[in-house]
């Protein structure tokens, strides 16, 4: 026994040892990326050693040109061969180590993963499940701008930092690739298996169909109160989904309200802060006189001054620039996959967020912003991480460009007048249209934002908005709501008050809200904990436009609408028969 198990084991190390780390399968990427990769290297290493020792440099220059150089070279010619032998060295191996990383670095797709490979000595293997994938970004740093060259980065739900990252192919590879994978996590892949697993249309699409893509919403499967229509499938419903959603524009950034945006924004203030403090500092100084003592007390300001002043002012250029570079060229755009979002001055990036795979949505608007009725959208998804650029879904815009963004990315509020609340909960205040606020025996802690710190519910969203100088309004759709909390503090238990917390994937915003009265957080906690559930069963799907999970949606859907004439003890509720918190009788809450 133990002589077989070793002859055994002997047999399988060979094949072990003998397995290849690439095989025909795998996919190089385009033989310029290392030198995207490293050009900052390549250009910074030359002017590093010219700027260290710039004196020797000239006076380098100086002795060829005087002809001294040649004189040394004839006389002695071995240290300047066996200094040109190294710089040529140092050059080989730095292009040796490019050719080791281009032909080391790898990627390969699957039907359920895209996976990449790199590493010379140290070796390294990255993969993404497709359908998990939260979103796509298209990245053209300044070199793989001028090289043709666009780099894929694809966010996942599990983990903080980005799945996996393509570095770097021709633009129009990475474009062809990002929507074939944006396609297949969708589950819009339009392979022979698929076809025919689903059924195919004779003759293409006819009359009806393209009846039936015109009726069809794909953003109406993630609503589970929207109405059903019959769903086309296999390659047909591939066809007739992008015939009946062309790309077309949402939104998009001029350069002078982006500028405007940016000097009425934080920056601003930094600089006015540093200018006072200048202005302060020259007022003292000229206020003392031209006594004797006054030339030392000057000398103390600017010594005091300058080392505080000039790394601010650097500090206020750059939050200048970051806003401005983040927010260049802006256009958002609704493609057949999602939003494409697409920025930058330098360095430009194109993503492609799926409506389905945001988990919140927040609507900022700042004190400065509020004369020219400006608003910025952020949002969460899962992924991305706290503080990213990417989570800004528009920079800067008006209340019209912000409703359109929202209405591409957010569900229908499903009440009578979605407008009216919507814009209720951006600039009102009060209990008007359902919305709470802090009671008054808690005013002595929230006297000035009280009448706008409240909350409300619709069928698919829960809405908290916020903030009397900067206001925010906050909308998370039930589905999304992985639990709540509720916190209350001694003082708060004295005046019958409480936080509520929603938690989600780590993101630019937190979805809180303070000092809401006790009774009525109760209520949404219970509200929401089965709420939540039933809405999670209809929307929460990996892949958001496979045809048989709009069948079994569907299927449910109707079972759900037959529920109140035909009791069911097999299948959930409706998801819309619950009364919203503010639709509830205060006897029954």
């Not at 800004?392 to 209405?407: E, K, N, Q, S, Y």
């Amino acid at each position: 026994m133990n002589e077989q198990a070793t002859e055994d084991h002997a047999t399988e190390k060979p094949k072990r040892t003998s397995e290849r780390w690439f095989d025909a399968t795998w996919t190089k990427v385009h033989p310029l990326s290392p030198v995207v990769r490293g050009g900052l290297a390549v250009v910074a290493i030359p002017g590093l050693l010219l700027s260290y020792n710039w004196q020797s440099w000239m006076d380098a220059w100086e002795a060829f040109r005087s002809g001294e150089i040649q004189r040394n070279v004839e006389s002695n010619p071995m240290p300047f061969l066996l200094g040109a032998g190294g710089v040529l060295l140092v050059v080989a191996l730095i292009f040796a180590g490019f050719a080791l990383s281009w032909w080391f670095t790898r990627y390969k797709i699957t039907a359920e993963h895209v996976m990449v490979k790199s590493g010379i000595f140290v070796r390294q293997h990255r993969q993404a499940r497709i359908d998990r994938v939260q979103a796509v970004d298209l990245r053209q740093p300044l070199l793989a701008r001028l090289t043709g060259l666009a780099e894929l980065k694809f966010e996942v739900a599990e983990g903080d930092g980005t799945a996996a990252t393509l570095a770097f192919l021709k633009r129009s590879q990475a474009e062809e690739l990002r929507s074939e994978i944006m396609d297949r996590a969708a589950g819009r892949s339009e392979s022979p298996a698929e076809v025919e697993g689903f059924g195919e249309v004779p003759g293409g699409a006819g009359p009806d169909d393209a009846e039936a893509a015109h009726r069809y919403d794909p953003y109406a499967a993630h609503d589970p109160y929207a109405q059903i229509h019959p769903t086309p499938t296999g390659r047909a419903a591939a066809g007739l989904h992008r015939a009946a959603h062309q790309d077309r524009l949402i939104a998009k950034v001029p350069t002078g309200r982006l500028i405007g945006s940016v000097l009425s924004g934080w920056g601003t203030i930094f600089v006015l802060v540093i200018v006072v403090m200048a202005v302060v500092a020259v007022g003292i100084g000229l206020a003392v006189g031209s006594d004797g003592g006054s030339v030392s007390i000057w000398a103390v300001l600017t010594g005091a001054a300058l080392p505080a002043v000039i790394p601010m002012g650097i500090a206020a250029i750059t939050i200048y620039y970051q806003q401005f570079s983040s927010g260049f060229g802006f256009t958002s755009t609704a493609t057949s996959s999602g939003l494409r979002v697409r920025y930058g001055l330098l360095e430009t990036t194109n993503q492609t967020i799926p409506p389905g795979r945001v988990q919140a949505l927040q609507i900022q608007q700042p004190v400065l912003w509020r004369p020219f009725r400006w608003f910025k959208i952020v949002v969460t998804v899962a992924g991305y991480g706290i503080g990213e650029k990417r989570s800004v879904l528009l920079p800067v815009g008006r209340l019209d460009d912000v409703m359109v963004t929202a209405a591409e990315m957010f569900p229908d509020l499903q009440v009578e007048n979605p407008e009216e609340v919507f814009t209720a909960g951006l600039t009102g205040s009060g209990t008007k249209l359902g919305y709470t606020e802090v009671p008054r025996r808690a005013r002595f802690f929230d006297p000035i934002v009280r009448r706008r710190r409240g909350f409300r519910t619709t069928p698919t969203a829960l809405m908290f908005r916020d903030g009397r100088a900067s206001r925010q309004l906050t909308m998370v759709p039930h589905e999304r709501i992985q639990s709540l909390s509720l916190t209350q503090g001694p003082l708060q238990r004295r005046r019958a008050i409480a936080d509520i917390f929603i938690h989600s994937p780590a993101g630019p915003f937190a979805a809180k809200l303070k000092n809401q009265d006790l009774d009525a957080v109760k209520d949404l906690f219970e509200y929401e904990s089965d709420h939540a559930a039933q809405a999670r069963r209809y929307s929460d799907r990996n892949q958001w436009m496979r045809a048989e999970e709009l069948r079994e949606f569907e299927r449910k859907a109707a079972e759900a609408l037959a529920a109140p004439e035909e009791p069911s003890t097999t299948g959930p509720a409706h998801p819309a028969a619950p009364l919203t918190y503010q639709e509830q009788d205060p006897r029954d809450r």
